[in-house]
């Protein structure tokens, strides 16, 4: 791989230009990558967002997957999309990152992989919670105090999730006024997943839970497995897990906050340690991590406070390096496949009100 990768992008829409473009073009700004050029079934958009980042507009994806200097694809899409494009791209002998979830089904997480496997190509997941600063320290302090015994045994683990204003300050997309109608989506869904009911309770796992699963998985080291869920549609959500003998609640609501309420709490017999990871969008906060340890004066609890460095930027630097072979992915599909087994796993037992 050469030393600066030449990465392309398919699908410049909201995420695709304000989470990810940008920081591949500040990447390229500082000699790290190239941008080979972007793709957009909305030509116009893509033409616009290409003006903007000085970027190459192609013609189509089968255009940019063409073009043998292009290393790797960036590929931020609506996630029916994933599985389709992924193959693609892969076929055409590109590494790929794509936004969470990685796929709709546990068989095509599988043939994916394995397809990635086959041609030697990396394969990211846009989990970028595992590049948070905040999380690198928690993750840190965690496996300090369970290989140590500090704070004695893990009792129990509880990752809630209820939302709130996840943009904040993000800035704006650019827009186009003539549209060109898109394909429909063309979901696909676990087997046993065919209520309309059921299909809005996984849509809502996925685009939400799909986080502090993935985050649980990457803090615990292995997979999880799942007894008990209840959904209100997409409203609320509670799951049961459980991790070497340890329970796990993964659970949230769908609520509007002006702040982002989301906690992952390790519970131990002397102490606890929570993770309060911060509105996805906002470029300047990191998560918070806060340790109560019981001492013989009583509790003292240290809040520790990561340096500021927005994770989706520190995902894109992490996907350079990985290309590069500087650096090992944080999120590959490997471990991605994990929680599409819960989810799936999840919503063919869950009771769905
Ligand atoms: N990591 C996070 O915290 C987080 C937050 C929000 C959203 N997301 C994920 O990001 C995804 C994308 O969100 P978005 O707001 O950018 O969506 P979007 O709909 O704005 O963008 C998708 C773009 O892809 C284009 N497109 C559609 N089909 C295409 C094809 N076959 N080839 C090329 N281009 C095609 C569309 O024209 C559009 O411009 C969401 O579905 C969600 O899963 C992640």
Redesign the pocket.
């Given at each position: 791989m050469a030393a600066r990768p030449k990465i392309g992008f398919?699908?410049?829409?909201?995420?695709?230009q304000l989470a990810h473009l940008a920081n591949y073009a500040r990447l390229r700004d500082s000699g790290d990558c190239e941008i080979a050029g972007v793709?957009?079934?909305?030509p116009l958009?893509a033409r616009a967002v290409g003006k903007k980042y000085n970027v190459h507009v192609y013609e189509n994806?089968a255009q940019l997957l063409a073009d043998p200097t292009v290393n790797a694809v960036v590929c931020?899409?609506?996630?029916p999309?994933n599985y389709q494009?992924v193959k693609q791209i892969l076929q055409a002998g590109k590494s790929v990152l794509t936004?969470?979830p990685m796929v709709g089904r546990l068989d095509e997480a599988q043939e994916l992989m394995a397809l990635a496997r086959e041609k030697g190509l990396l394969y990211a997941v846009?989990f970028?919670k595992r590049y948070d600063t905040g999380v690198e320290l928690a993750r840190q302090l965690l496996n300090e105090v369970r290989a140590s015994d500090e704070l004695g045994p893990l009792l129990s683990v509880d990752a809630q999730c209820d939302g709130g204003d996840w943009l904040q300050n993000t800035g704006t997309p650019i827009k186009v006024d003539n549209t060109t109608p898109?394909p429909p989506l063309c979901p696909t869904y676990p087997d046993g997943c065919t209520t309309p009911q059921q299909q809005a309770a996984y849509g809502y796992l996925v685009?939400i839970f799909a986080?502090n699963i993935n985050l649980c998985h990457y803090l615990l080291g292995s997979e999880m497995t799942v007894y008990a869920a209840q959904f209100q549609a997409d409203h609320s959500m509670q799951a049961l897990l459980r991790h070497e003998g340890v329970p796990v609640t993964v659970r949230g609501a769908s609520s509007f906050s002006p702040d982002w309420r989301e906690y992952t709490t390790f519970t131990f017999q002397r102490g606890e340690l929570i993770i309060k990871t911060p509105v996805?969008m906002n470029r300047q906060q990191a998560a918070r991590v806060i340790v109560t340890r019981s001492s013989q004066r009583g509790y003292v609890t240290t809040e520790y406070h990561a340096p500021i460095d927005w994770a989706f930027f520190r995902e894109a630097q992490g996907f350079v390096r990985a290309l590069t072979g500087e650096q090992l992915l944080r999120a590959p599909a490997e471990t991605c496949l994990w929680d599409v087994r819960v989810m799936e796993r999840i919503i063919q037992i869950a009771e769905v009100l």
């Open positions: 398919i699908g410049v829409g909201m995420m695709g793709s957009d079934l909305q958009l994806n931020i899409q609506q996630w999309n494009l936004e969470k846009g970028m898109l685009n986080h996805p």
